[in-house]
T-cell receptor, first 115, second 112 residues
Framework: KAGVTQTPRYLIKTRGQQVTLSCSPI?????VSWYQQTPGQGLQFLFE???????NKGNFPGRFSGRQFSNSRSEMNVSTLELGDSALYLC??????????????FGSGTRLTVV | SQQGEEDPQALSIQEGENATMNCSYK?????LQWYRQNSGRGLVHLIL?????REKHSGRLRVTLDTSKKSSSLLITASRAADTASYFC????????????FGKGTTLSVSS
């Protein structure tokens, strides 16, 4: 079966712009989480969604937002981009109410570079 | 904030040797998971050990969990060059909902 699909794979944006990243989970998976990975901070938790509801949110400013659709696909948006937002953004899906039961399947990520 | 912390940060070994990585965490957990990441790509789930389990095996992987010390170890036996990757432990804290929180990882380099 198809894995977790993230689009686009690479993205270059200018400071001040906004960006939308997309994630399609494995078919049947209803839980989607987002992570930001940087060399300095490592993997930082952004959000977790289950059945279109945000269940958890990490410690990120309000410029970072997300949503999940009825087909479990998810998007995250970053407004007013800053240089420090340059990172690998990873999406992960899980079968049911969270990775604590089943573990996550990750996508290959979107590499965002802010210039 | 990081829940888990891996040790060592980096490890270099020869093919055929065993590699041991350790993870310490801060609060009580439901389970602990180990993941592998190859060169900036997505993470791959390796093994999950529940808080009431002490040891688990999967192929060449052996994971132990000591809840009294709040620590876990991942042993990779007979390492191969293909095991070169970063390894992360991840936990779900009992009092923090269902968000999976990762440590900063151990970078393993296996040379042939």
């Amino acid at each position: 079966k198809a894995g977790v699909t993230q689009t686009p794979r690479y993205l270059i944006k200018t400071r001040g712009q906004q960006v939308t990243l997309s994630c399609s989970p494995i078919s049947g998976h209803r839980s989607v989480s987002w992570y930001q990975q940087t060399p300095g901070q490592g993997l930082q938790f952004l959000f977790e969604y289950f059945s279109e509801t945000q269940r958890n949110k990490g410690n990120f400013p309000g410029r970072f937002s997300g949503r999940q659709f009825s087909n479990s696909r998810s998007e995250m948006n970053v407004s007013t981009l800053e240089l420090g937002d340059s990172a690998l953004y990873l999406c992960a899906s899980s079968l049911d109410e969270g990775a604590y039961i089943y573990g996550y399947t990750f996508g290959s990520g979107t590499r965002l570079t802010v210039v | 904030s990081q829940q888990g912390e891996e040790d060592p940060q980096a490890l270099s070994i020869q093919e055929g040797e065993n590699a041991t990585m350790n993870c310490s965490y801060k609060t009580s957990i439901n389970n602990l998971q180990w993941y592998r990441q190859n060169s900036g790509r997505g993470l791959v789930h390796l093994i999950l050990i529940r808080s009431n389990e002490r040891e688990k095996h999967s192929g060449r992987l052996r994971v132990t969990l000591d809840t009294s010390k709040k620590s876990s170890s991942l042993l990779i036996t007979a390492s191969r060059a293909a095991d070169t990757a970063s390894y992360f432990c991840a936990t779900v804290a009992n009092q923090a909902g269902t968000a999976l929180i990762f440590g900063k990882g151990t970078t393993l380099s296996v040379s042939s």
